[in-house]
């Protein structure tokens, strides 16, 4: 089946913008102190040859998609280069469809073979999660422009008055589960209409400051809270989620009662525990948990879920992690690539799914689709998302009818960055009342508002396809 409103992709720019944190974000072993956003302009064109424009944006978080001995600075110009590349290949993409569509034929057709090549003779591969986080932003950028085409919110577009195949094109079920895709959509599994107001995560990382005993003076005295009261009081936040060291059990475990306690007496809800993927067994995470529940039955009550403790690559460290879900929920992140992996989770135990933007707004549908559909819980986390890159990250949440809100932190470490975009859409980069607010997302494609925004942008880095030198 064709539609005259299928799509392809005919120009592509890229645009890299830095931001400085002002205060550092501990990501497992590294710190993060800065980091590029890829922002990226899409044009396409329909089967008419009615033409338009989107745009797509991720922070290429290097310490997140790729932890490794190699020098930060190397990982870096690699993640760029790799950008750089993928506007030619988007560019001459010749698949035609639906965003979903096209999307998935470039992620599964085009981009294992370009990363392929990109990795040859490199002292270190980039790895698959690094490279879907790349192409994220063209790949967010192309349902914008689609949106934008059709001049509705492209999240009204995600079914079958505009999709040239159900889901059981794109999913196959769990052998074990009563599941059938055939004649379903993703508006099948979306909340309509979605919430104007999420609750919001609030991020204690691993070096952040709980109370006045921890500071040394050389804090940031630019009006934004420092310690973590602070940040209860100000934003009126209900809930918080804790990063773990995940290989000391004594840190952690008066981690999870400091910040506990502190959330209890400011009168947060809810908590959440990140082991920062570097649990290798089980009964570390039970022990933790287990003390915890003897020792603080309230503060316990209070943890929502747990958050990734295994290694990112779950085909290689498939460990069987029943007895932590048996406890609290146990969702997904690093290891959540797409729904195949999503699927072999649950049958290890996992219970939850974190979607995240930043592995391609396609990629998210499809695992927020099956996981959905064989019972698993969702949420939707944050990569330190400024600028436009919050945009599609809220629409997520909102739609994806999560546990809890979305958790969303680039208002702690870099507010400044987002100024221009907070003064079109104030609720979305201002947390009040422990909320986020959408409402001012009303327009086509993910409703940027891109020519209200006051934002200078630099040249663009590449640029490629119709009317590009």
């Given amino acids: 089946m064709t539609r005259t409103t299928d799509i392809r992709v005919r120009a ?18 590294e710190t993060l102190t800065h980091v590029t956003c890829a922002r990226v302009e899409v044009q396409v064109q329909d089967r008419n040859g009615r033409v338009a424009t989107g745009w797509g944006e991720t922070p290429l978080s290097v ?30 993409y010749p698949e035609t469809g639906h965003p979903l569509e096209v999307g998935h034929a470039f992620i599964h057709e085009a981009l294992p073979g370009l990363l392929a090549a990109f990795n040859q003779d490199r002292e270190e591969p980039v790895p698959w999660l690094a490279a879907l986080v ?19 919110p492209v999240y009204q577009t995600y079914n079958q008055d505009f999709m040239n195949r159900d889901l059981a094109g794109f999913l196959q079920p769990a052998t074990d589960a009563p599941v059938s895709f055939a004649g379903h959509y993703p508006e099948d599994y979306l909340v309509y209409p979605c919430p104007k107001s999420l609750p919001a995560w609030h991020l204690v990382g691993g070096m952040d400051l709980l109370d006045a005993a921890e500071t040394s003076g050389k804090e940031p005295d630019d009006g934004y809270p420092v310690l973590l009261p602070e940040w209860i009081e100000r934003d009126g936040l209900r ?29 947060v809800d809810w908590l959440s525990a990140d ?32 958050e990734q403790p295994f290694p990112y690559d779950l085909e290689q460290h498939q460990i069987d992690v029943h007895s932590v879900s048996a406890r609290k929920p146990l969702f997904m992140d690093e290891s959540a ?23 391609t707004q396609t990629g ?58 907070q003064a079109v ?23 940027y508002r891109v020519d209200q925004i006051a934002r200078q942008l630099p040249d663009p880095v590449a640029a490629a396809g119709a009317g590009e030198s």
Avoid at 65 to 89: E, F, M, N, S, T
């Fill in 239 to 267: 809930c918080l989620k804790v990063k773990l060291r995940g290989n000391d059990a004594d840190w952690d475990y008066d981690r999870l009662v400091r910040v506990g306690r502190i959330g209890q007496a400011g009168g």
């Fill in 275 to 306: 082991f920062n993927c570097t649990v290798t067994d089980p009964e570390y995470v039970n022990a933790i948990l287990d003390r915890f529940m003897r020792e603080h039955p309230r503060l316990y009550g209070m943890i929502l879920y747990v």
């Fill in 63 to 92: 310490q997140w998609v790729w932890p490794a001995a190699l020098p930060y600075g190397r990982r870096h110009q690699a993640l760029q280069d790799l950008c750089i590349l993928l506007v030619d290949a988007w560019a001459v």
């Fill in 364 to 421: 998210a549908l499809l695992s927020l689709c099956w996981a959905r559909a064989h019972g698993m819980t969702l949420m939707v986390q944050d990569l330190t998302n400024p600028m436009l890159a919050q945009i599609p990250h809220v629409l997520l949440a909102a739609h994806a009818g999560t546990i809890m809100g979305v958790e969303t932190n680039s208002m702690q470490f870099y507010p400044e960055a987002s100024l221009p975009e």
């Fill in 425 to 447: 859409h104030p609720g979305l980069y201002q947390r009040r009342h422990g909320c986020v607010d959408l409402s001012t997302l009303d327009g086509p494609g993910f409703g």
């Fill in 134 to 152: 790349c192409c994220s932003a063209f790949d967010i950028a192309v349902h914008d422009a689609y949106g934008m085409l059709l001049q509705r």
């Fill in 337 to 359: 690539h797409d729904w195949e992996l999503v699927r072999l989770g649950r049958r290890l135990g996992w219970t939850g799914v974190a979607l995240k933007t930043c592995k």
């Fill in 12 to 29: 592509a720019r890229l645009y890299f913008l830095p931001v400085e944190t002002r205060v550092p974000l501990k990501f497992g072993t």
